[in-house]
């Protein structure tokens, strides 16, 4: 059977973050909903990843804030035991939280294959400088971006509208859909609560009740024997729209600077 391989894996141990962004792609601060991975729960989360996906580019562990979990060092030693099925495993943070020396001793042990994600949005300068200075010196492979006053990274975010439906037709969201950056990527998969979506605003719309939830629009990575798994993933590979598309305005992956709205400002 041909391979099923994916561009990018999106775990969220925690959707708790010490941030209140306005405009946050997963809508953490909107919804009280805010639940925390257990270590075992992450545990049987990957292992059912992997049964079903033969490889992955990026495994991205997101937020919330991941480094707010104190079982963080724990998970990521997990995510190495499958190190033959991903490339690189990046892990992202928002600046205004401090490494602790447990975690970075996981980062260290494997440098060769960790990246960090680091978004600064200028509320707590004194750690993002120690972050940043943390893992030069230890040789740890990450980006900054710049998310506050002048010059933003990439002129800051994108507002993707509050979930209400558009009342598009079956044309018009198969438009939407393939311009979306997620699907031009190859998705995005972002896993939780055992569910698969093509995209962060998809599942978390479901999960806070904002979305419907319908069968073809996600996998239940833990229903059904590996093969009946397999065969779900390859048809919603192929979707051609998702119900997420018509609670979306269209503008997430948009080249247009006029749409591009200042980051990261605080409820």
């Known amino acids: 059977m041909e391979q099923l391989n994916l561009p990018m894996v999106n775990l969220t141990p925690t959707m708790r973050c010490n ?7 997963v809508l953490v601060p909107q919804y009280e909903y805010r639940p925390h991975m257990t270590v075992e729960e992450f545990s049987r989360t990957l292992k059912a990843i992997f049964e079903v996906v033969d490889h ?5 562990i997101t937020g ?3 480094l707010l979990h104190t079982e963080l060092p724990k998970m990521l030693e997990l995510c190495f035991e499958y190190v033959s099925q991903f490339d690189t495993l990046w892990i992202f943070t928002n600046c205004a939280v401090p490494i602790k020396p447990q975690l970075m001793e996981v980062l260290e042990e494997y440098k060769d294959r960790v990246f960090v994600h680091a978004s600064d949005y200028g509320v707590k300068p004194n750690i993002s400088i120690e972050l940043q200075r943390t893992l030069e010196e230890n040789k740890i492979p990450f980006k900054y ?8 990274y990439y002129n800051g975010w994108v ?26 990527r190859g998705g995005s998969w972002y896993v939780r609560g055992g569910q698969m979506h093509w995209c962060g605003r998809s599942i978390r719309g479901a999960e806070v009740g904002k979305i419907p939830v319908r069968d073809e629009d996600y996998l239940d990575i833990f229903v059904g024997d590996i093969e009946e ?11 051609e729209q998702i119900i997420a598309c018509d609670y979306c ?16 400002r605080q409820i």
Not at 145 to 152: A, I, R, S, V
Not at 249 to 264: F, I, L, Q, W
């Open 19 to 25: 941030l209140r962004c306005r405009l946050c792609g």
């Open 56 to 60: 992955v580019e990026k495994l991205q």
């Open 64 to 66: 919330g804030e991941p």
């Open 145 to 152: 971006l710049k998310y506050f006053g002048d010059e933003q």
């Open 159 to 184: 507002d993707q509208g509050d979930f209400i439906q558009q009342g598009r037709t079956e044309t018009e969201l198969k438009q939407v859909f393939s311009k979306c950056s997620h699907v031009n």
């Open 229 to 239: 798994r397999k065969d779900k993933l390859r048809q919603l590979m192929k979707a």
């Open 249 to 264: 305005n269209g503008y997430y992956g948009t080249e247009d600077m006029s749409k591009r709205v200042p980051a990261g």
